[in-house]
């Protein structure tokens, strides 16, 4: 009988086991192809220390620390719930919820917003007993198109800053036009939604020590001069460090070292491959125009999402202005085009189990629409 027993539960555990580890790799797919492909490419080519921008991984390691410091002070929920106080119909949190995102994601990136607003949306669709998966979508829509503005709304921009050395204006310049017809079309796709009437209790959301808010704003400012060039990125490092050691030192658990560990699996394979002159020609050859480059960034995104692909194809073209383009607008399409796309799934689907198809088609088919007027805008015309 124990020996019964003793099988049953070795196997259980086993199970488990497996599950976690089949979990793991679903969760880390990206981490593991780039860690993979680093690993294959150094029995081609002696790898270097050159190859890892640092710059990059500093810039994002110090925005990921304040931005996870936001979330625990509750700053973004608070000035939410404020503003959806305010609102009394369908529409009116409609255009609330997906503007909020879409303005979040330009400074705390695509994916924090979603993480912030998606499970408000989700509270205020209970209360209100309102279907809440269009809205859901249009946050998702709006927090890529949103980030796309900004060198710090997501890693493929701040990447491409750094990489190329940009300056600010000219980076504007580029993300200007996609603000626009961005704003232009969530209001067209938000005007179509019903306007239902809506009553709504919110209870206020208490925020955390005033004295951290202050600092850690103040902190925040830095690291944001520091994107922009106005204050050295390793200083910035040294302060943000310490700042994190005086006021909350478990905010380093939560940075998503994942992501770093994947720019550098990606920074070794991009570099180890690039020594090869086939391989170089090859995509040279392939990204020889700014329509070619604006085109295989766009599709390489809905394959492998768009961080990867920025890695992958920044080290074989000169067209700047093409690429950040392409992998932005290259958000939209595919559920994995963008992988904050996977987020807001991911926390709608564990609500409601049974709309998961039903999400899945009107995501696809309201991204294809928003891929299919951007790019042809911008193909054609910018």
Do not use: W
């Not at 564990?350 to 999400?359: A, G, I, K, L, T």
């Not at 696809?364 to 042809?376: F, K």
């Amino acid at each position: 009988m124990s020996e019964n027993i003793y099988s049953q539960r070795k196997m259980r555990n086993e199970s488990l086991k497996k599950n976690d580890f089949l979990e793991f790799l679903k969760k880390e797919a990206v981490l593991i192809i780039a860690l993979s492909l680093a690993v294959i490419s150094c029995f081609i080519a002696r790898p270097k220390l050159s190859y890892i921008d640092f710059k990059v991984l500093i810039l994002l390691f110090n925005l990921m620390i304040v931005v996870e410091a936001f979330k625990e002070l509750k700053i973004l929920d608070s000035i939410a719930i404020g503003l959806l106080k305010k609102c009394s119909s369908y529409k009116a949190i409609s255009t609330a919820l997906v503007f909020i995102t879409f303005l979040a994601a330009m400074v705390v990136t695509n994916d924090v917003a979603l993480l912030t607003f998606v499970p408000l949306t989700i509270v205020i669709a209970r209360k209100a007993n309102i279907d809440v998966l269009k809205i859901v979508i249009f946050q998702t829509l709006g927090a890529n198109l949103g980030s796309s503005f900004t060198p710090m709304g997501n890693p493929q921009n701040l990447f491409i800053y750094s990489y190329f050395k940009l300056n600010p204006l000219d980076f504007f310049i580029i993300t200007g036009p996609v603000l626009l017809l961005s704003v232009l079309f969530l209001l067209f796709l938000i005007s179509r939604d019903k306007k239902a009437n809506l009553s709504i209790e919110l209870e206020d959301v208490k925020v955390g020590n005033k004295n951290h808010i202050c600092i850690f704003s103040a902190l925040f400012l830095i690291i944001l001069l520091s994107v922009f060039h106005l204050v050295d990125y390793k200083l910035t490092l040294i302060i943000t460090i310490v700042t994190m050691l005086f006021l909350n030192k478990s905010l380093f658990s939560k940075v998503d070292f994942s992501l770093l560990l994947t720019f550098i699996g990606f920074f070794i394979f991009v570099g180890n491959i690039s020594t090869l002159d086939s391989v170089k020609l090859f995509m040279e050859n392939i990204l020889g125009s700014g329509k070619s480059t604006f085109i295989a960034s766009l599709l390489s995104s809905q394959v492998i999402s768009n961080v990867p692909a920025t890695m992958l194809l920044s080290g074989f073209t000169t067209h700047v202005k093409e690429l950040l383009l392409g992998v932005n607008i290259g958000g939209m399409g595919t559920l994995i085009a963008s992988l904050a796309s996977v987020i807001s799934y991911k926390i709608y689907s564990s609500e409601f189990e049974v709309d998961n198809n039903r999400y899945l088609k009107m995501f696809t088919y309201y991204n294809l629409v928003g891929l299919l007027i951007m790019t042809t805008i911008v193909y054609f015309i910018l």
